[in-house]
């Protein structure tokens, strides 16, 4: 009987032990590896606001998905799915403790971090973005033949270009060799 007594609060400890180790694998922090630009909150105007977007993914091949984005106080909701109604992506990232949720067939934490980075890029205010970025690098916002260009630049050169037109929005990463056409489908 004494035995038993001893075996609980080892057992106890180790189950503990294990639950914190696995929540730490799923916390990921706010910034890509060796990436330039630090996630940050919800900006208010975003907060209790959906959207309905098609994605056309262009690098070495093309993906077509249709995603959701539920914005919330310091967290963001994604889901994706192909045009054929695959899951591809089910995610929750918190501000103040990463990316807490993923379930995805065929993508990793930090292509998701990816994903949401890209995401604060094209909707969160200039001055937000400005904040995350790291020393060295520039947000310029400016309009090309009426149509309005953010470029995010280290020592004038362009990294990435996000131009916003009527029908879609096209963010160009150059430094990471991939373009992506942004088409809402909702209101808001």
């Given amino acids: 009987m004494k035995l038993l007594f001893a075996i609980k609060p080892f057992a106890l400890s180790m189950f503990v032990f294990m639950l914190l180790n696995g929540c730490a694998n799923l916390v990921s922090n706010n910034q890509v590896n060796g990436d330039f630009y630090t996630l940050q909150t ?4 975003l907060v209790d606001t959906a959207v309905l977007e098609s994605l056309v993914f262009k690098n070495k091949q093309t993906q077509k998905l249709l995603t959701q984005i539920e914005f919330h106080e310091q967290r963001l909701n994604m889901v994706a799915m192909t045009y054929s109604g695959l899951p591809i992506i089910q ?7 990463g990316l807490v949720e993923l379930v995805s067939t065929q993508f990793n934490d930090e292509v998701v971090l990816r994903i949401i980075r890209d995401i604060q890029w094209v909707k969160w205010p200039v001055d937000t973005i400005k904040q995350g970025l790291s020393k060295g690098y520039t947000l310029i916002e400016s309009t090309e033949n009426s149509e309005q260009v953010r470029e995010i630049k280290n020592q004038n050169k362009v990294l990435v270009k996000i131009t916003y037109t009527s029908k879609h929005i096209v963010l160009q990463n150059i430094a990471e060799q991939y373009e992506l056409v942004i088409e809402q ?3 808001k």
């Fill in 91 to 97: 995610a929750k990232w918190q501000y103040d403790s």
């Fill in 185 to 187: 489908l909702n209101d």
């Fill in 42 to 45: 919800v900006p208010a105007h």
